[in-house]
């Protein structure tokens, strides 16, 4: 039945395209709207009749891999979660693989958010990732959530030289000095890696700047894909890798399920949001070529 | 007077801010009015959701058009605030966490405000693929390898992109295309990014140092 | 006195050494012997499991306020054993001649030996030993002579980067001082500006709005700070034409700004009493949400032109989109270079980067601020020179080896390296 959806939508968007392909070689325009349906119809047929692809990691992505499976276990490691729901979608699943990841490992990990609206997409990240994932897990020994804190880069400023200060108790109000994990945590120079998760300002970019560069800590960072572009300067040496929009999620879910098995079966958003995003930008292509074409005849005509 | 005192403060907290980075003992200065800044923003908030009250209880009172939208804006904010305010649902107590997983704030956060943002977001989808058509045509020379480019970034962030090309002997893999897509990235691309980040940091300076020495004024309300 | 005695008073000093040396060595002799007596008794006796650390060295850090002493150590050389019982290393910590407290814990091996102390404050001394730690005991090496952290009034780790400063500063004060004194100076054209009064001229004549909309930032950030001097030029062409604006914003801050800014340009144009309050109002301070709002403005107020100028970021597509949608002629400038692409792709006229921040300097002619932006080109000056030396330089030294130009490049980095 799948199938049969899958083959009903390709016939419908390449059958449409090869008749807007023909109006265009008569020099016509097409309109907005039509356009809109088209990639409408892109995006919804994978979702509904679900195409995947394989991936493979590339570079950038798979030096993040390996720089948390490197990391010896206990490793300390802060993931902060700049992001709104409106990033969610993107950035929320590669969120997701980290904190999977580092507590697989065995690392403890801090989680914080720079962003008001980060903080219920971390809570969100706790229920329903890494509580029943990982039950035999303690929060305050083996991972802890500090939450949000206003500021933008002013909070950075502080936390680089004493994160004490600007945190000092969890979200469930238990003064860090007091908890296991911050016993040798007093700044960010003690973490052995920072994850940035977001696209924002404050975002990577800020973490980079006034906490990676200044007290030396490696960063990696999961952004969104029209964010990513700008982060590449800072690749490999202050940044150690980078997770660029539902790619980067997809490529990093497979590299963790080949890695640990275990997590093979869990949902792989990203993996899935590939199928639309794939044919999506393949609609875009035969609209930029019907674009050429239409305006190239429409030139002729005028001649 | 109006306007001599914002400069007065304005020149003597950026140079002391400026100041600040070289000397250390007044290092936590830039911390300290990024805090005053935040606490001054906060108070601002009241100014920001007072003005949003008036204006939309002005649009019901008198009935301009579309005022049924804001019956819907105001009920919004009055939830909104309410469950925030007074930990409606709230597992903790009134000190908990506004946003406690199974609280009234919790719930109406993740049930509209999550897909509400995520839907206006997903509006770009529908708004890159007009532009795109509208934009990259082959006009002229730049347009052409902006229009190429553009091709083979969007191939190469497809699994067709490897496809197509996988058949490129790995001596020349560069010109596989998700490998092409890479190298545009880090080098054409980047080269273009460095050189609009400079420029802009050299443009912020330049403002700056007009805003601290007072030749730029008009933000303040007038140029005397 | 006797030959007899004699001869004893002579070997005194030897028979006395003699004594000693058999007294000091009895301990040693002693440890490796099986008791004599049963006077000692077995299980007090004392069990070494490990070395203590040794060349236990404190400084203080240097280019601080006093709130930083670096500590270092030798680990203990049991470490280097096959069956080290060491487990970690604990710092204790004594301010001001008090008793030794427990600073921090290193609960590894083979993971640090140093370890920066931030909690102590000039005007104190401090002085430190380390203890080597085992399952059973803690071995303390010899304690650091204290040590008052010092605060240092000049960070010379930036020595550079002030110098940089100076220079870009100098130059723009230089430059700003030459147009002063009534010198011509240059400055290319810019389309986007010039077409800001044919905007507002158009939207006159189709009896059609303005929308001015200032990125989705606070007033901390300077391109919001661009976009409110911008808008101070706009708002005076719109006050004299009369033309209606609608300036919907996301912080409240920018929201008190606006107001101001457009009341003065009003005020300048002799028309105060066409200013409205609500030219200006605040929409919300959630992203998508504001967006929502500009969008339903835009398509049910149609104007004819759009001004998109300060921060923006995933929105500045559908904002570009939509405006374009209804007709309108749409200016955009941001310094976010990621949404660049998109005002191009959906805009008439875009400002670059730096343009934007050009742009109340350019719009008001004033020589003092045209000055400033040719400051800004000595730093761009600067900069490509810096760029081509460095690859140059980086180029010899890798492909042929050279050098000089090794030193060149290493040199270059230090300078512009940020520490």
């Not at chain 1, 720079?114 to 609206?117: E, G, Q, S, V």
């Not at chain 3, 049991?78 to 060491?86: F, G, N, Q, R």
């Not at chain 3, 009034?153 to 780790?157: H, R, S, Y």
């Given at each position: 039945m799948e199938n049969l959806g899958v083959i009903i939508s390709l016939i419908i968007i390449f059958g449409g395209l090869a008749w807007l392909f023909w109006r265009s070689v008569q020099g016509r325009e097409v309109e907005r709207r039509i356009i809109f349906v088209f990639i409408f119809v892109a995006v919804a047929a994978p979702i509904l009749f679900p195409i995947t692809f394989e991936e493979k990691a590339t570079p950038v992505v798979k030096s993040l891999f390996d720089k948390i499976e490197s990391l010896p276990e206990k490793s300390k490691v802060l993931i902060s979660f700049d992001y709104d729901p409106a990033m969610q979608p993107e950035v929320q699943p590669m969120a997701n693989a980290l904190s999977r990841h580092c507590l697989e490992k065995g690392h403890t990990v801090v989680f914080m958010c720079?962003?008001?609206?980060g903080q219920s997409l971390l809570t969100a990240t706790l229920e329903s990732v890494i509580k029943p994932e990982f039950p035999e897990l303690v929060d305050g020994t083996d991972y802890i959530s500090v939450g949000y804190k206003a500021g933008n880069e002013g909070v950075l400023n502080v936390i680089v030289s004493d994160f004490i200060r600007m945190f000092p108790t969890d979200i469930n109000g238990t003064p860090l000095d007091s908890t296991v994990i911050f016993q040798d945590i007093k700044s960010c120079a003690d973490f052995d890696l920072i994850l940035a998760v977001g696209g924002g300002r404050p975002g990577p970019k800020e973490w980079v700047l006034f906490v990676g560069d200044p007290a030396k800590v490696p960063i990696g960072v999961g952004v969104a894909a029209v964010v990513a572009p700008q982060l590449y300067p800072y690749y490999p040496r202050q940044v150690v890798g980078i997770l660029g929009g539902v790619k980067g999620a997809a490529e990093y879910e497979t590299e963790l399920a080949a890695a640990h098995p275990r997590f093979d079966e869990v949902d792989k958003p990203g993996l899935r949001m590939m199928g639309p995003q794939t044919l999506a930008h393949m609609v875009i292509m035969a609209f930029i070529v019907i674009g050429n074409i239409a305006m190239f005849r429409a030139r002729r005509k005028a001649e | 007077m109006r306007q001599t005192i914002p400069l007065f403060i304005t020149f003597f907290i950026g140079i002391l801010l400026i100041i600040a980075v070289f000397i250390p003992p007044f290092g936590e200065l830039g911390e300290t009015f990024t805090l005053f800044f935040d606490i001054m923003a906060v108070f601002a908030f009241f100014l920001g959701g007072g003005n949003l009250l008036r204006v939309h209880i002005n649009k019901l009172r008198n009935k301009k058009p579309d005022w049924p939208y804001s019956i819907v804006t105001l009920s919004g904010f009055g939830l909104m605030l309410a469950a925030g305010l007074f930990k409606i649902n709230n597992p903790g107590d009134i000190a908990a966490a506004v946003d406690t997983a199974g609280s009234l704030f919790y719930f109406m956060f993740h049930a509209a405000m999550v897909p509400l943002g995520s839907t206006m977001y997903s509006l770009l989808a529908f708004f890159v693929a007009s532009a795109s058509y509208r934009a990259f045509r082959a006009k002229n020379r730049e347009a052409t390898l902006l229009l190429i480019a553009a091709f083979i970034i969007l191939l190469g962030r497809t699994p067709f992109g490897m496809y197509i090309s996988g058949w490129i002997p790995d001596e020349v893999s560069l010109f596989q295309i998700p490998n092409l897509a890479v190298w545009i990235m880090n080098s054409p691309n980047l080269a273009g990014q460095r050189a609009i980040m400079i420029g802009i940091g050299l443009g912020v300076i330049s403002m700056s140092l007009r805003l601290i020495l007072g030749i730029e004024r008009s933000y303040l309300g007038g140029d005397k | 006195m006797s030959y007899h005695s004699r001869r004893c008073l002579r070997s005194l000093p030897t028979i006395t050494a003699i004594v000693s040396c058999l007294l000091l060595a009895l301990p040693f002799y002693a440890s490796g012997q099986e008791p004599v007596t049963d006077s000692v008794p077995a299980d007090t006796a004392v069990v070494i499991e490990a070395a203590p650390p040794t060349t236990v060295l404190s400084s203080d850090h240097k280019y601080d306020d006093g709130d930083q002493i670096n500590l270092s150590w030798v680990p203990?050389?049991?470490?280097?054993?096959?069956?080290?019982?060491?487990?970690g290393y604990k710092i204790y910590r004594a301010e001001d001649g008090g008793e030794f407290e427990l600073l921090a814990e290193i609960p590894d091996v083979d993971t640090t030996n140093a370890y920066a102390d931030q909690e102590v404050e000039h005007g104190h001394k401090y002085a430190y030993y380390v203890a080597s730690v085992t399952e059973t005991g803690e071995y303390a090496s010899l304690e650091t002579m204290p040590l008052e952290p010092e605060r240092e009034?000049?960070?010379?780790?930036k020595a550079y980067l002030f110098i940089m400063a100076l220079i870009i500063s100098g130059a723009v004060i230089i430059y700003v001082e030459t147009a002063k004194r009534g010198k011509e100076l240059f400055v290319r054209k810019i389309a986007g500006l010039e077409a800001i009064d044919d905007a507002v001229g158009r939207a006159t004549e189709m009896g059609r709005p303005v929308l001015f909309i200032p990125g989705i930032h606070d007033m901390d950030d300077v391109q919001t700070l661009a976009a409110l001097t911008i808008l101070g030029r706009v708002a005076r062409t719109i006050a004299d034409y009369d033309t209606k604006i609608f300036m919907p914003v996301s912080r409240s801050l920018v929201m008190t700004a606006a107001r101001e800014t457009i009341k003065s340009s009003y005020q300048a144009a002799g028309r105060p009493d066409a200013y409205n309050d609500d030219m200006v109002n605040y929409v919300t301070d959630e992203q998508f949400g504001y967006v929502a709002a500009v969008d339903g403005i835009m398509v049910r107020e149609k104007p004819a032109t759009v001004f998109l100028l300060g921060a923006f970021f995933a929105e500045s597509l559908i904002l570009a989109e939509t405006g374009n949608s209804v007709g309108a002629i749409q200016i955009a400038g941001t310094a976010r270079p990621a949404q660049l692409p998109f005002f191009i792709a959906a805009c008439d006229f875009t400002l670059i980067g730096e343009e934007l921040f050009a742009a109340s300097a350019y719009l008001s002619g004033e020589p003092r601020q045209l000055g400033s932006l040719k400051g800004q080109d000595v730093g761009k000056a600067i900069a490509m020179v810096v760029i081509i030396g460095g690859v140059a330089t980086a180029t010899l030294a890798g492909a042929w080896q050279m050098g000089f130009a090794e030193s060149i490049h290493g040199w270059l980095m230090e300078v512009f390296s940020t520490n």
């Open positions: 720079l962003w008001a609206t | - | 203990s050389i049991d470490e280097t054993l096959k069956d080290s019982k060491v487990i009034w000049l960070d010379l780790n």
